[in-house]
């Protein structure tokens, strides 16, 4: 801009103008960018005698005049820089930290975002360690709890030499299976076998054969079952080795393959037209029964099993809850 466009007219306010005019904000931040390139200069006219392509030429006319860049954002100047760092300083003066450098408004509110985060983040790892905290005290007291039961019951001989006190380790759905761990070893359990599906944590009676590697009787402690759980009466339609197919007086089949041996050997008995129940929980079949199938034989040991519970309650090593006998 020469002279003669802008005589007797300070310098800010042609910034002003000049950034107006192009589509700028003409605020404090833009003018200290243009005032970072603004230089006095001179415009100068020459004459290449007809040969605009000619390397050397002669400068006709001399026009003082003002020259600046207008603001870029991946270019920042002294002035411009400092004017940053003075709102840093106040910026850390006023929230007492000295380690935040200033940056566009943009990157401040992402950083902003990300304190926030942080916070919310600890507070909910603080809430997650406060829980994983009270819930290792309480497997610590129910560990300890029956470790003194196994030891009283075994010191006062009340159980035979092969039963022992156990607890739910694991519920798999999807395999139909119970995992009990006993001492340190952990036993699998078809559902099949059982006469419901335990609670995670639910404490049992497991008796043991000659070599104590496979559970050979279990009765739990409480009638307490696995949440959620839907029990369906189904008609057998068809039995094809260890997989059988079966439709509920709502008419949803179900088809039911044999995921353990005990399974397996309990289909090749069933027959087309017998009646079975399906419990269901989370969309999983979790175990089947056929109705009508106990033995007497059977029966009379869960009678058995059940005495045996109630000497132990009178011994005041496991509560039994009222209205549950048997």
């Known amino acids: 801009m020469t002279f003669d466009k802008a005589i007797f007219t300070d310098p800010v306010t042609i910034i002003k103008t000049v950034l107006d005019a192009h589509g700028f904000v003409p605020n404090l931040e833009n003018i200290l960018s243009c005032l970072d390139s603004f230089t006095f200069a001179a415009y100068a006219r020459t004459s290449t005698k007809g040969n605009p392509d000619a390397s050397n030429g002669k400068v006709t006319e001399y026009f003082p005049c003002l020259r600046f860049e207008l603001p870029q954002k991946n270019k920042i100047g002294s002035t411009l820089q400092s004017f940053y760092d003075e709102i840093a300083r106040y910026e850390s003066k006023v929230s007492n930290d000295k380690n935040i450098p200033w940056l566009p408004d943009p990157d401040v509110k992402k950083i902003k975002d990300l304190k926030a985060e942080i916070s919310d983040l600890k507070a909910e790892n603080l809430n997650l360690q406060e829980q994983v905290s009270a819930l290792t005290q309480q497997l610590s007291r129910e560990q300890k709890s029956l470790s003194r039961a196994s ?157 045996i519970v109630h000497d132990i309650a009178r011994n005041q090593l496991i509560t039994i809850p009222d209205g549950n006998d048997d």
Do not use: W
């Open 151 to 307: 030891r009283a019951l075994d010191s006062q001989r009340v159980l035979p030499d092969n039963a022992r006190i156990c607890r739910v380790e694991q519920v798999d759905l999807k395999r139909r299976l119970v995992k009990v761990k006993c001492y340190r070893k952990v036993f699998d359990v078809p559902t099949h076998i059982l006469d419901r599906v335990p609670d995670f944590q639910a404490r049992c009676l497991i008796t043991f054969g000659e070599m104590e590697d496979e559970p050979v009787g279990i009765i739990f402690f409480d009638n307490e079952e696995l949440g959620d759980i839907e029990r369906r009466v189904a008609e057998l339609l068809c039995v094809e080795g260890d997989t059988f197919k079966a439709r509920d007086s709502k008419r949803n089949e179900f088809q039911i393959k044999a995921v353990n041996d005990v399974e397996s050997e309990s289909i090749k008995s069933l027959r087309r037209g017998m009646k079975v129940v399906v419990s269901i929980a989370d969309g999983y079949v979790v175990r089947f029964s056929v109705l009508g199938s106990i033995p007497s034989g059977q029966f009379v040991s869960r009678i058995n099993e059940k005495f």
